[in-house]
């Protein structure tokens, strides 16, 4: 398998891990970031030519969470604008059981994400069966993607190519899971560097 000289690469975004890595890291409140400039930070750093980015995330109910709903579908205008592959899906609700300080027990609605791991996923190995990338960067430290990893290197040797998974993530002592998917070269995102890539738009709802 000859290496590439240049090395097309594909950035694949799991929107809300990445913010959920990105608040526990370095403590941003919302989803601050601007993925065209993160995504192309990230392949100036590893040589890489930076040729598509898809960006996957849930969206909660506008009757249910109307600010956050507000937030998402301004963001995810903007990044259409940004020549930014969106993929987004409602949330699935359900009451949960919420045990209280003082050990009483209540009832929540609760919010989860269906199907965008799986799009996402799904999305990374058809890259590698149409030959669209070099390089698959997920920005994403969901271990249940390292199967997809796996995939690609079958198809790697099938078609005698050379393909490379990165995984790129936020880091810092606060961070709390340290790894990155296994089986992928793993690429840590600081401060210093994530701060070069904050969206100047803030797209929460305005305060009358």
Sequence with gaps: MKEPTSKRTIAYIDGQNLFNAVKEAF??????YNIRQLAETICVQQSWDLTGICFYTGIPNP??????NH??????SAMGTRNIHTYSRPLRYSNQSIKASDGTLTTALVGREKGIDIRLALDVVRG?????????????????LSEVADEIRKIARRDDRWIKVGCAFP???TSRNR???????????????????IDPNDYRRKKP
């Design 27 to 32: 403590g941003y409140p919302y989803p601050n």
């Design 128 to 144: 590698a069966l149409e030959n669209q990338y070099d390089v698959a960067v997920i920005f994403s430290q969901d271990q249940d």
């Design 179 to 197: 790894r990155g998917i296994n089986r992928t070269d793993w690429i840590r995102v600081d401060r210093a560097t994530y701060d070069t890539c």
């Design 63 to 68: 009757d249910i969470d109307p600010k956050r």
């Design 171 to 173: 880091f810092s002592p």
């Design 71 to 76: 937030f998402w579908v301004a963001k995810l």
